[in-house]
């Protein structure tokens, strides 16, 4: 049974600081893994998307990478903002359906 | 371009009432579509799921159910609220199955009292 852990659980920086979110999943056999982002009370918003083969995706200020055969990727996101707080989720897709990580929830202070 | 729709917003209801939520896409066709679950301080639980009119998988036992009565609609129901059933529950969709990007609608926030 696929797995996926977030770490760490909350974060809070300073603005302008750059940050890490790290994802984790037990079982490499995946299609793709995405990247969302859930404002308070929303829906989620899809922020990348790295296909198994690919190794990094990028979009802006973020940049996610993937590595299977270790069962980790990384979402980094840089000058972070203040309105770059919001929680991040990450998921994993096996053939239909997606499984998803708890999520990290991070605070940009002004 | 394709947008996913959920009503109600928000809803209310008491324990032992009926409830129907619906999720429609638009600007696409044989979508697959999910309905996940976010409970208070919980992660997001896929409930179902439809690959196309009628086919439905369910992924939890529970007090609720899904049909998939057109292309692009999927309803989700319950008989009889309990509690539990309380938190936000989002419909999604894909283009296909397997390395598709997923899209999520905006969600229902049901408070069972």
């Known amino acids: 049974k696929q797995e996926v852990t977030q770490i760490p659980a909350a974060l809070s920086v300073p603005e302008g600081e750059n940050l890490v979110l790290n994802c984790s999943f037990t079982?490499?056999?995946?299609?793709?893994l995405q990247w969302f982002r859930q404002d308070p009370g929303k829906g989620l918003t899809s922020l990348l998307l790295i296909q198994s083969s690919q190794r990094e995706q990028t979009s802006g200020r973020l940049n996610a990478s993937l590595d299977k055969s270790s069962g980790r990727s990384t979402l980094y996101i840089a000058a972070s903002q203040p309105g770059d707080s919001a929680t991040y989720l990450c998921a994993v897709t096996g053939f239909q359906k997606l499984v998803f990580g708890t999520g990290t929830r991070l605070l940009v202070s002004p | 371009s394709q947008t996913i729709h959920q009503w109600p917003a928000t809803l209310v209801q008491p324990v032992g009432s009926p409830l129907s939520l619906e999720c429609t896409v638009e600007?696409?066709?044989?979508?697959?579509l999910y309905w996940y679950r976010q409970a208070a301080g919980r992660g997001l639980q896929l409930l179902f799921y439809?690959?196309?009119?009628?086919?439905i998988s369910s992924e939890v036992p529970q007090n609720l159910s899904a049909s998939r009565p057109q292309d692009r609609q999927f309803i989700l129901s319950s008989k009889k609220l309990l509690l539990s059933d309380s938190g936000f529950y989002l419909c999604?969709?894909?283009?296909?199955?397997?390395?598709?990007?997923?899209?999520f609608g905006p969600g229902t926030r049901l408070t069972v009292t």
């Open positions: 999604a969709w894909t283009p296909g199955l397997g390395a598709y990007e997923q899209y």
């Open positions: 600007g696409t066709s044989n979508p697959n």
């Open positions: 439809s690959v196309g009119i009628g086919q």
């Open positions: 079982d490499s056999a995946i299609y793709n």
